[in-house]
């Protein structure tokens, strides 16, 4: 029983590197998102800086329209001037004159303010654009990176599985059996040390009796409180 409890260690130890390597397979699909979601945010920043000039750009063909109109305005209250007959009238289409001039003035500093604008958000797209590039580069050679990781993953874990079905083969069939049903639900941990008369999978304290034949690693002994397979270390033969 001492080689098939030697098997069996090892087996565990072969089943926790499948397992890490499981793991950190499935952790790449999240990683790829994650890039993914990286570049949508970058090319995000440039969506809404184009939003922004193109959103300027209409106020201000809006206001230049405003200033056409204006500017028709004032010409045409100018040119009534000459049809009027008194002085009250007179004053009166000069101070509208001046209302309108006015209103031209106020568009006129809303158009440079929107030029300003517009300037800005130009600046921004171009900014936007180095980091939307910058960050297809960075996101094209970690996905690059992740592949590979992927692969040499599925290598290994090639390698894994041929090595485990050769501990599993050689394994008494209800041993492999009473191991595999315990080893989801015990976390790996299956077989387990027994150190200083406790299990070290529960940490419980096992019968001195229990104990005395667990360090002769003569049979299949399970922890009275977890149910794993104990065995003690410094009476395991060297591996096979």
Same mark, same amino acid.
């Given at each position: ?9 090892? $087996? ?7 397992? %890490?390597?499981?793991?950190? @397979? ?6 790829? %998102? ?6 949508? &945010? ?5 969506? @809404? +800086? ?7 750009? #209409?106020? #201000? ?14 010409? !045409?209250?100018?040119?009534?001037? =000459?049809? /009027? ?11 509208? /004159?001046?209302?309108?001039? @006015? ?7 809303? *158009? ?12 921004? *797209? #171009?900014? &936007? ?9 960075? /996101?094209?050679?970690?996905? !690059?990176?992740?592949?590979?990781? $992927?692969?040499?993953?599925? =290598?290994?874990? =090639? ?8 501990? &599993? ?16 639900? !015990? ?6 040390? +027994? ?20 360090? !002769?690693?003569? =049979? $299949? ?14 009476? /395991?033969?060297?591996?096979?």
């Amino acid at each position: 029983m001492n080689e098939q409890l030697n098997l069996l260690i090892q $087996l565990q130890e072969i089943d926790g590197r499948i397992r %890490a390597r499981q793991e950190e @397979k499935k952790r790449i699909p999240l990683q790829i %998102a994650d890039l993914d979601a990286r570049g949508l &945010a970058t090319r995000a920043e440039l969506d @809404k +800086a184009r939003e922004a000039i193109e959103e300027a750009q #209409k106020a #201000k063909r809006d206001r230049d329209r405003d200033l056409e109109d204006g500017g028709v305005k004032v010409e !045409k209250l100018k040119a009534r001037t =000459s049809e /009027i007959k008194n002085n009250k009238e007179y004053q009166a289409m000069l101070k509208e /004159i001046e209302t309108a001039e @006015k209103e031209n003035k106020t568009i006129e500093e809303e *158009i440079l303010k929107l030029m300003e604008r517009i300037d800005a958000a130009a600046a921004e *797209i #171009k900014n &936007a654009e180095g980091r939307v590039a910058e960050a297809g580069r960075e /996101i094209e050679e970690d996905r !690059k990176k992740l592949d590979e990781a $992927l692969a040499g993953l599925d =290598s290994q874990l =090639s390698g894994e599985l041929a090595t485990r079905k050769d501990f &599993a083969a050689r394994l008494d069939k209800r041993l492999l059996a009473q191991y595999e049903r315990l080893y989801d639900s !015990k976390n790996g941990r299956v077989i387990v040390e +027994a150190r200083n008369e406790a299990c070290s999978g529960c940490f419980m304290s096992i019968p001195p009796q229990v104990f005395v034949n667990v360090k !002769k690693n003569e =049979s $299949l002994i399970d922890c009275p409180h977890c149910h794993r397979i104990l065995y003690y270390k410094e009476a /395991i033969a060297p591996r096979v």
